[in-house]
Nanobody, 119 residues
Framework: VQLVESGGGSVQPGGSLRLSCATS????????MFWHRQAPGKERELVAV?????????????NYADSVKGRFTISRDDAKNTVYLQMNSLKPEDTAVYYC????????WGQGTQVTVSS
């Protein structure tokens, strides 16, 4: 199982970024996918989750941390084995390393991508 995040960078407050997590080594369409983040000196926190179509049929379910609701959108492309996190209206407190995760036989994490929101 491999997870590779990309799309991080530096952006001003109010800006947008789109993170990608390309995966391999497992049947992507069968598993829920998660985005987490970890800010300096803080614990890693769950940001968003998206279920799999095989679990919930055509209608996927998503859930978000209260701090990002209405600003972030998680989505997936099963044909590309990739999960995305669209982040809009970014705030300085969104600064963190962002990780994607999947639970197959155990938890697997990507290496993370840095997001910095600063003026």
């Amino acid at each position: 199982v491999q997870l590779v995040e990309s799309g991080g960078g530096s952006v001003q407050p109010g800006g947008s970024l789109r993170l990608s997590c390309a995966t391999s080594g497992f049947t992507f369409s069968r598993y829920a996918m998660f985005w987490h983040r970890q800010a300096p000196g803080k614990e890693r926190e769950l940001v968003a989750v998206i279920t799999s179509a095989s679990t919930h049929g055509v209608d996927l379910h998503t859930n978000y941390a209260d701090s990002v609701k209405g600003r972030f959108t998680i989505s997936r492309d099963d044909a590309k084995n990739t999960v995305y996190l669209q982040m809009n209206s970014l705030k300085p407190e969104d600064t963190a390393v962002y990780y994607c995760r999947v639970v197959v036989d155990r938890w697997y994490w990507g290496q993370g991508t840095q997001v910095t929101v600063s003026s």
